[in-house]
């Protein structure tokens, strides 16, 4: 079946330093990919989102770029700040003509940008 | 704000009850979905309905069902409780069963002791 593979956590980052969560998936077909952020306490708020091969999502500084061949979905951002400590996780949508776009999520991965 | 609501905030309550959670879905978002999330187990689909009739199912129990109702709330209702389904659970909509994006409320903690 449809799965994603996150890099494992937590990450620690310092303020502006470069941020790089990696994200693979496996799927028999095509799948919208997405990040979603979920803050302490909060639930969870989509990100960003591609929907084909080499499209780019972007929000906030965040970007990820949809990549056919190594069916990955990394997540970055240049210069972090401390407010964007939260848990990220990368998910998938894949839905075959006539089915439902349930999505599956991969494991999460907990960032803290320290001062 | 997403615009979903889900009540109660925190629930807590001993093995072998039953629960209801419910949801409220963003104003014309027609469709409904139900995801566990726990420490063992991650964040894991488990049923969707689309204007009041059931779209799919994940891993949901048997113990556990849901539906949808006329004015498009939903209701997630957990029976005979184990310490296992403590967890939290999100309900998230979308416009339509065509439409990928979905936007979460705030999820329903439950703890069962």
């Known amino acids: 079946g449809d799965s994603v593979t996150q890099m494992e956590g937590p990450v620690t980052l310092s303020e502006e330093a470069f941020l790089t969560i990696n994200c693979t998936y496996t799927?028999?077909?095509?799948?919208?990919l997405f990040w979603y952020v979920q803050y302490p306490g909060e639930g969870l708020q989509l990100l960003l989102k591609?929907?084909?091969?080499?499209d780019k999502g972007s929000n906030k500084g965040f970007e990820a770029t949809y990549r056919k061949e190594t069916t990955s979905f990394h997540l970055e951002k240049g210069s972090v700040q401390v407010s964007d400590s939260a848990v990220y996780f990368c998910a998938l949508s894949y839905h075959p003509r006539g089915s439902a776009r349930q999505l599956t999520f991969g494991s999460g991965t907990q960032l803290t940008v320290l001062p | 704000d997403s615009g979903v609501t889900q009540t109660p905030k925190h629930l807590i309550t001993a093995t072998g009850q039953r629960v209801t959670l419910r949801c409220s879905p963003r104003s014309g978002d027609l469709s409904v979905y139900w995801y566990q999330q726990s420490l063992d187990q991650g964040l894991q689909f488990l049923i969707q309905y689309y204007n009041g009739e059931e779209r799919a199912k994940g891993n949901i129990l048997e113990r556990f069902s849901a539906q949808q109702f006329p004015d498009l709330h939903s209701e997630l209702n957990l029976s005979s409780l184990e310490l296992g389904d403590s967890a939290l659970y999100f309900c998230?909509?979308?416009?339509?069963?065509?439409?990928?994006?979905?936007?979460f409320g705030p999820g329903t903690r439950l703890t069962v002791l």
């Open positions: 799927a028999t077909g095509y799948p919208s």
């Open positions: 998230a909509s979308s416009p339509s069963t065509s439409t990928d994006t979905q936007y």
């Open positions: 591609a929907t084909k091969a080499d």
